[in-house]
């Protein structure tokens, strides 16, 4: 399966704690987005890359939160001192711009947080 | 912050009956896609209509847009019971690259 893929699967961890969630994106897509997804909400956009420029940040993402792409090709995203508030799916998704067709996104299968 | 809702927010059919759920949004848009989401995982892309288009199908799959009214719609026909899913609408604005989605509409699809 070459979908995108998304490492942990599911992270506990006590509160204070730092978390790193990894996503590896459909090989040749460059675009790569992170939404984060609460119970019974729809996911809301959280940041994107393309190649490895971080292009475009939501105010959700605050200065707990980081995100990276160093290579354009894996993310890594970073919750320094999680609050319970953080507990959510982390989703990744990735997609090709290339010019014509650069709107389709595909999704990962999420990273489940749940902070104690 | 969610950009639309959906209508309704939850549905419970019969196998082989049709299902409707509408989504509304509030700003102009590039296009707007469909996602369904199996409980507690990733979201798989089911369509996506363009801002120019009117109307789209993909098997039993036929999705309207209303850009005057700013809404859309997702029929599924001859339902199944493996349709049993969330359903969400999200927006992709133009100028921009994220998309914006939509609260779903959980779908229940008994045998």
């Known amino acids: 399966d070459t979908g995108v893929s998304q490492d942990p699967r599911h992270k506990i961890t006590k509160r204070g704690q730092n978390v790193t969630f990894r996503c590896d994106p459909i090989?040749?897509?460059?675009?790569l987005y992170w939404y984060r997804q609460t119970l019974g909400q729809g996911p809301e956009f959280l940041t994107y890359?393309?190649?490895?420029?971080?292009?475009?940040k939501s105010r959700l993402l605050s200065d707990r939160f980081s995100a990276e792409r160093p290579k354009g090709s894996f993310s890594t995203l970073e919750i320094q001192r999680t609050e319970q508030g953080d507990s959510a799916m982390y989703l990744c998704?990735?997609?090709?711009?290339?010019?014509?067709?650069?709107?389709?996104?595909?999704f990962g299968p999420g990273t489940r947080l749940t902070v104690l | 912050s969610q950009q639309g809702e959906e209508d309704p927010q939850a549905l419970s059919i019969q196998e082989g009956e049709n299902a409707t759920m509408n989504c509304s949004y509030k700003?102009?848009?590039?296009?707007l896609q469909w996602y369904r989401q199996n409980s507690g995982r990733g979201l798989v892309h089911l369509i996506l209509?363009?801002?120019?288009?009117r109307e789209k199908h993909s098997g039993r799959l036929r999705v309207t847009l209303d850009t005057s009214k700013k809404s859309s719609s997702l029929l599924i026909t001859a339902s199944r019971a493996a349709d049993t899913a969330s359903y969400f609408c999200?927006?992709?604005?133009?100028?921009?690259?994220?998309?914006?989605f939509g609260t779903g509409t959980r779908l229940l699809v008994s045998p």
């Open positions: 090989s040749e897509h460059n675009r």
């Open positions: 999200a927006t992709m604005n133009t100028g921009f690259q994220k998309l914006v």
């Open positions: 998704a990735s997609s090709l711009a290339s010019g014509r067709s650069t709107d389709t996104q595909y």
């Open positions: 890359f393309q190649n490895e420029a971080q292009l475009e």
């Open positions: 209509i363009r801002s120019n288009e």
């Open positions: 700003t102009s848009i590039n296009n």
